[in-house]
């Protein structure tokens, strides 16, 4: 009975550890912006298992700066300032605003063909080899 409660803990304590480890924090550098996908999504200023409901409610198309992304829910920041959980489901990254830039196509011009350079026949390569003369003193 007592082994069957110290394995029920610890098989909590990890469950438990293994969820805390299940989130992805950003920096004020790395910060995904959002964009809300759905008409209306719930925003909670301390999470969304607080008691009084949401705090607010964004509309689609309200841009978001992720700070940490766990199962569920990420932690956002808001235009105005304000920290709180929006549901991930809810949410889909920024589109591109940004032209594409247009490619460079390199042209290759008679002036930059390199030009051919003579190499050594295999002729010329063993007759060198076969007239050089042994080192004296020197055994193979």
Known sequence: MRLHLVISILSLATILLLA????????????????????????????PLQG???????????????????????FVRINDGQNGYV???????????????????????PSSTPKPVASPTAASTSKATTNTPATPGFRY
């Open 20 to 47: 805390a480890c299940s989130s992805i924090e950003y920096n004020s550098t790395n910060s995904p912006k959002m964009v809300v996908s759905v008409d209306h999504t719930p925003f909670y200023h301390n999470g």
């Open 52 to 74: 009084n409901g949401p705090d607010l409610s964004l509309a689609k198309g309200d841009e978001v700066e992720v700070l940490r992304k766990e199962i569920g829910y990420s």
């Open 87 to 109: 549901a991930n489901d809810d949410l889909k990254p920024v589109a591109s605003s940004q032209s594409p830039q247009p490619s460079i196509d390199p042209q290759v011009t």
